[in-house]
């Protein structure tokens, strides 16, 4: 492949064509002019390929661990919260962390992708629905390891959280702040994710959330160390509870 139709895929990829679909790439000829979702209350005008079209649409787990949003084949808690329970009152999770879901997290998370940004926004606030939070709840962002936001220049999940306070009409507080090595959790395994995390989250002004039940954000959840360890810090600070919105596990 030449310089030239390497160059040409890059652009495409960082600013795709307007008929191309906007999670894999290929034509979106046959695809939905408006792109409808399960649970969604609105629908997208988002290009999207017949494929990752019906991949979006997919039914949502029937089932899921309150605990983690861990696809269970019966209601109850996972294993792994049994064990071990997250500092959370209830986690929602909107989906599966693969195909064109994962494709559009990491767009936004690493290209600022604002009409994808919108889209995750819609499905956080569809797990707000199910989450059923007290009024008065506050929302609450997952902060960004400074040294990351800096070369990024935005923080995903500070906008994803302002995306649903927008569509729930609540308050967004970005009380939490981050400290620590900001090495990838990717590289650990369970055991050590929640050992780094344990003391890597602090409340700067905890007067939005004493009192108040706080909806916690981010856009994946694996082991639950980062969601389980800001929980703790946002109960240290007076939050009365912390549930868990989260795009995908």
Avoid at 45 to 59: D, Q, W
Avoid at 163 to 185: E, K
Wanted: hydrophobic share 40%; proline share 8%; glycine share 12%.
């Amino acid at each position: 492949m030449g310089w030239v139709e390497q160059w040409k895929r890059v652009v495409d990829a960082l600013w795709p064509p307007a008929d191309t679909c906007a999670f894999c790439g290929r034509p979106a000829a046959g695809g939905p002019d408006r792109l409808s979702l399960p649970g969604v209350s609105r629908t997208f005008r988002i290009p999207a390929c017949s494929a990752c079209a019906r991949e979006l649409a997919r039914p949502r787990p029937a089932c899921s661990c309150p605990g983690c949003g861990r696809e269970v084949p019966a209601p109850g808690r996972c294993a792994d919260c049994r064990r071990r329970p997250l500092a959370l009152a209830r986690v929602g999770v909107y989906g599966r962390y693969d195909g064109p879901l994962k494709e559009a997290v990491h767009r936004v998370k690493f290209q600022g992708d604002e009409r994808l940004l919108e889209l995750l926004s819609g499905m956080l606030a569809a797990v707000w629905e199910d989450l059923g939070p007290p009024a008065g709840a506050v929302v609450v962002p997952v902060p960004m390891d400074p040294e990351k936001r800096r070369i990024r220049k935005w923080n995903h999940t500070e906008l994803l959280a302002r995306g649903l306070g927008r569509a729930v009409n609540r308050r967004v507080a970005g009380v939490l702040v981050r400290r620590g090595d900001g090495r990838s959790q990717s590289t650990r395994g369970r055991r050590e994710r929640f050992a780094a995390m344990a003391e890597a989250f602090d409340v700067g002004d905890g007067g939005p959330v004493r009192g108040r039940a706080v909806v916690l954000v981010d856009d994946v959840i694996t082991t639950g160390a980062t969601a389980d360890a800001c929980a703790r810090a946002l109960l240290r600070a007076g939050a009365r509870e912390v549930y868990g919105a989260m795009v995908a596990r």
